[in-house]
């Protein structure tokens, strides 16, 4: 095997690599996506699994942009998951403010933590 083969070897090592990553982002997307229904979502999968370049590329061209809004969309329903879940930083700050007169955390370290926990509010 000379350097031309080894070179072709890794150029179609890598792009394999890429077409797998591609395939693995786009079955990803489609099952977090909240807007489509089940038949949609098997809709999507058959036809990447039936037509497979042609069907990733079809789904990365058809797929919604996401929007700012959608993004302050997703950040309040994760905020409110959060507040139903039992998070509150007033207990994180609590139990910071243990952690650190016990001796397990710094006072640099404990007001790192601290505006983290209320930057999380």
């Known amino acids: 095997m000379d350097l031309g083969d080894l070179l072709w070897a ?3 090592f890598l792009f394999w690599f890429m077409v797998i990553w591609i ?3 786009a079955f990803g997307d489609i099952f977090r996506r909240d807007d489509l229904s089940g038949w949609g979502k098997a809709g999507w999968i058959l036809l990447i699994f039936l037509v ?3 069907g ?3 789904y990365m061209i058809a797929r919604p942009k996401m929007t700012d809004q959608d993004r302050r969309m997703a ?3 994760a905020e409110r ?3 139903m879940s039992g998070y509150s930083s007033a207990d994180e700050i609590a139990k910071l403010a243990q952690l650190r007169d016990s001796g397990e955390l710094s006072p640099q370290e404990y007001e790192r933590l601290k505006s983290q926990a209320l930057l999380e509010v």
Do not use: D, G, H
């Open 23 to 25: 395939f693995i982002a």
């Open 75 to 77: 950040a309040a329903a």
């Open 52 to 54: 497979p370049f042609l």
């Open 10 to 12: 890794m150029l179609a």
């Open 56 to 58: 990733v590329l079809i």
């Open 81 to 83: 998951e959060r507040r």
